[in-house]
């Protein structure tokens, strides 16, 4: 990065971690990507690193490798074998010749496991279950651990070899050193059990280990369990006393965790219905317990002056920056230049986490340019033959293709239904947790507006309207409109009477009084939008039931978004009736709802219902895309006017169309 005077000047001052002195305090933390074939490195795994490095980032950890000899992932990069060694050689060096230092993940799941099934060749330190897949590992013997000690130090050995600057040891997240150091799993009698002392010495003794193989001028960094929430497990007082039979084995810095295998795993990934940065205070206290170690703070820092409050007020020493650095590579760059307005900023949704937990690859909500080769403050290359180009609809999808064809010089005018850009998702961001999903249509309209955008909102274009510009292409971006539920017959469709659950929420947004009774929501939706729309009635209604014909709710969020929904909606009152529909119309009257079980047929009566609503499949919104076609103009449909989807598919459909036209 270029001399600058930056708003931040403390998280960008230098510091000495181990024998290297980092140019800034910012360090991307693990995440995986999953861009990886057969063990090896990939070119994307190249390009996304490369990216943070040019990015500003100082270090930067990779996700978890195959470091040890029974771990054979084909999704993880192959260490310990040194089958990888070029590979790996290839990445630290796009990471050093950008100014950053690289350092490699020393991990294992044990009985860890977040995927459907359970895991077959799981190692543990006692035969006892995970909390989520109620996997039963392989019980380590005592000889058996000391060699896993041993191979964690060799893989760190290849490490070094192959350029990287360091470690990270992953002992927290419920992963293997967490299963050792938790007195709820780990119920050992040998040298690895029992006392606390015996608990932590797998984390002390590979720490030495990797020490005494790699010397000096090689980062050692240790990340701990803060509090899992697990009864029994390690809470802040546990994890504290940890963190000081540790510190005497001087990691090079050290930061904490949150959560495990259980229903707090989703502590680790905390979104926006909690408060911002939750662990600082905590984060500082455990760290007072390593006096002189550098303490990265980690955990829901989305925003550079969050960084920034990190160093000024004591709370750490390093800034450590996950999912942000997904969406936009350019975090650390961006923020010293004070070029915030042109950041993408995390919308902290988690579609990163769910799509690497599926087993595809890494993808991002709000950054489709993910992986590739010029990801980092990437900007479009002007046409040579600019275009007349028309957007209908002003929703994500429409906006991210009308903002890069402009960038590309094109001519292009959009024209939105709504008073502002956004479309569903604007609604989204004011309901509860949906606060950041406003950064994805503001980043575009900014930028429509630097590239000389035209907006024409409150406009519902026709062909007349379309034509009268003699566009070259139109991309349609209309959205979709929700279906009638089976339960209602045609005749009774009147959305004054059955409003669905997105004209329900415009209303709660705009009316505060309270309306008292019960509200039902029929839910064939299971994304997160509908649980934020029932969280907001429930402070409208004394009541709030979900119906749904699936045998749970949520189905379609990451496991770590629907345990906080659960979390949420049921000490909040909201009741769930899994399995069922309502009767019919002919169960609806004076107020009662007649709730019908899909496979038994057993019914049940709802009483004093005073609103009945529904978030179900929806159709696509295409009917412009055949007239326009036959006038012989190109168009191009995408996001929910193709077909109805996820934020991650409108976002990604948009770049590539804007990129195309």
């Not at 799941?109 to 897949?133: F, K, T, V």
């Not at 249509?441 to 024409?456: I, V, W």
């Not at 059955?498 to 709660?508: A, I, T, Y």
Request: proline share 6%; aromatic share 6%; net charge neutral.
């Amino acid at each position: 990065m270029s001399q600058h005077t930056t708003a931040y000047p403390l998280m960008f001052s230098p510091i000495k971690i181990g024998p290297f002195t980092l140019r800034n305090r910012i360090v991307h933390a693990a995440m995986s990507t999953r861009y990886v074939d057969d063990g090896q490195v990939s070119e994307s795994l190249i390009n996304y690193h490369r990216s943070r490095a040019i990015g500003g980032a100082a270090m930067i950890v990779t996700e978890p490798m195959n470091v040890a000899s029974h771990q054979k992932n084909p999704r993880k990069v192959d260490v310990f074998n040194r089958k990888g060694l070029a590979g790996l050689r290839a990445l630290a060096d796009a990471v050093a010749s950008n100014g950053s230092h690289l350092l490699g993940q020393i991990q294992d799941p044990g009985r860890g496991r977040h995927e459907n099934g359970r895991n077959a060749g799981a190692i543990g330190a006692s035969a006892l279950p995970d909390g989520i897949s109620w996997t039963v590992p392989h019980v380590l013997t005592t000889k058996e651990v000391e060699r896993l000690i041993s191979e964690f130090a060799e893989s760190a050995l290849i490490l070094k070899e192959a350029g990287f600057s360091g470690v990270e040891m992953s002992c927290g997240h419920g992963h293997i050193f967490h299963q050792f150091a938790s007195p709820v799993s780990n119920i050992r009698d040998d040298e690895f059990g029992g006392s606390r002392e015996n608990r932590t010495r797998l984390i002390r003794r590979t720490i030495d280990a990797i020490r005494a193989a790699c010397g000096p001028s090689f980062i050692v960094g240790v990340k701990l369990t803060g509090e899992d929430g697990v009864p029994g497990g390690i809470d802040i007082e546990e994890a504290g006393h940890i963190a000081a039979l540790v510190a005497p084995h001087k990691p090079s810095y050290v930061t904490f965790c949150w959560g495990a295998h259980a229903d707090t795993l989703n502590w680790h990934l905390p979104d926006l219905h909690g408060p911002r940065v939750p662990f600082f205070d905590k984060i500082r206290k455990l760290g007072n317990n390593m006096p002189g170690i550098p303490l990265g703070q980690l955990g829901l820092i989305t925003d550079p002056n969050e960084g920034e409050r990190v160093i000024s007020e004591g709370l750490g020493d390093l800034v450590m920056v996950g999912r942000p650095m997904i969406t936009d590579p350019a975090w650390a760059k961006k923020s010293y230049e004070g070029r915030e307005r042109e950041m993408r900023y995390c919308v902290s949704c988690n579609t990163c986490w769910h799509m690497i937990v599926a087993g595809a690859r890494v993808q991002c909500d709000n950054n489709p340019r993910v992986g590739e080769r010029e990801e980092a403050d990437w900007w479009p290359t002007k046409v040579a033959k600019p275009k007349k180009v028309v957007v209908v609809g002003a929703g994500i999808a429409g906006l991210e293709a009308a903002w890069l064809a402009a960038a590309r010089g094109h001519d292009v005018t959009v024209f939105g239904k709504g008073a502002e850009g956004g479309g569903k998702t604007r609604l989204h961001a004011l309901l509860p947790g949906g606060e950041n999903l406003s950064s994805i249509y503001d980043f575009q309209l900014q930028m429509g507006q630097k590239f000389g955008l035209k907006l024409e909102m409150g406009v519902e274009a026709d062909l007349e309207r379309i034509t009268a510009l003699k566009p070259d292409a139109v991309i349609l971006a209309t959205g979709s409109t929700m279906t009638w539920p089976d339960f209602i017959p045609e005749d009774y469709r009147d959305p004054t009477f059955f409003p669905d659950l997105r004209d329900v929420s415009r209303d709660l947004v705009a009316k505060t009084a309270h309306q008292g009774g019960t509200a039902i929501i029929f839910d064939k939706d299971h994304t997160a939008g509908t649980y934020a729309a029932a969280e907001m009635l429930k402070k409208r209604y004394d009541e709030v039931v979900l119906v749904t014909p699936r045998e749970r709710i949520a189905t379609d969020e990451p496991l770590v978004n629907r345990q906080g929904i659960y979390q949420r909606l049921f000490p909040k009152g909201i009741k769930v009736i899994l399995n069922s529909e309502p009767a019919g119309v002919d169960g609806i009257e004076d107020g009662q709802i007649t709730i019908k079980h899909v496979i038994s047929g057993e019914t049940q009566v709802i009483e004093n219902v005073t609103l009945l609503t529904y978030a179900t499949p929806r159709r696509p919104n295409d009917e412009l895309a055949e007239p326009l076609r036959k006038l012989g103009i190109p168009v191009h449909i995408v996001g929910d006017a193709f077909a109805p989807r996820f934020v991650v598919n409108a976002t990604a459909e948009g770049a590539r169309v804007g990129n195309l036209v």
